[in-house]
């Protein structure tokens, strides 16, 4: 069974740091697109930050130039360091990987979430 498994997150006062860390466990074989996501409260789940197998990397362009993400493949792990934190970017923050794991094939994961809280 795979999972993915979030760490990171928390209450920050605006122009702070965070860091969110997300880990993939279970039988695979291969990761494809690793990335976070975000949902804030009555709006639409968004594409924060995605980096796949080959090294490509997309960022959502509220984000530009504060946020970095990062992989590590031979840990299957994905970083978001989220600099210059502004109230907007409070948030739910999902972990989203596209895997391949034995018996299973390639499928779409989600982590459980982490509350990611900036105040003015």
């Known amino acids: 069974q795979v999972q993915l498994v979030e760490s990171g997150g928390g209450l920050v006062q605006a122009g702070g740091s965070l860091r969110l860390s997300c880990a993939a466990s279970?039988?695979?074989?291969?990761?494809?697109?690793m990335g976070w996501y975000r949902q804030a409260p009555g709006k639409q789940r968004e594409l924060v930050a995605e980096t796949t197998s080959g090294g490509r990397i997309t960022y959502v362009d509220s984000v530009k130039g504060r946020f970095t993400i990062s992989r590590d493949n031979a840990k299957n792990t994905v970083v978001l360091q989220m600099n210059s934190l502004k109230p907007e970017d409070t948030a739910v923050y999902y972990c989203?990987?596209?895997?391949?794991?034995?018996?299973?094939?390639?499928?779409?994961?989600w982590g459980q979430g982490t509350q990611v809280t900036v105040s003015s």
């Open positions: 279970g039988s695979i074989f291969s990761i494809n697109a």
């Open positions: 989203n990987a596209d895997i391949s794991a034995r018996e299973i094939g390639f499928n779409n994961y």
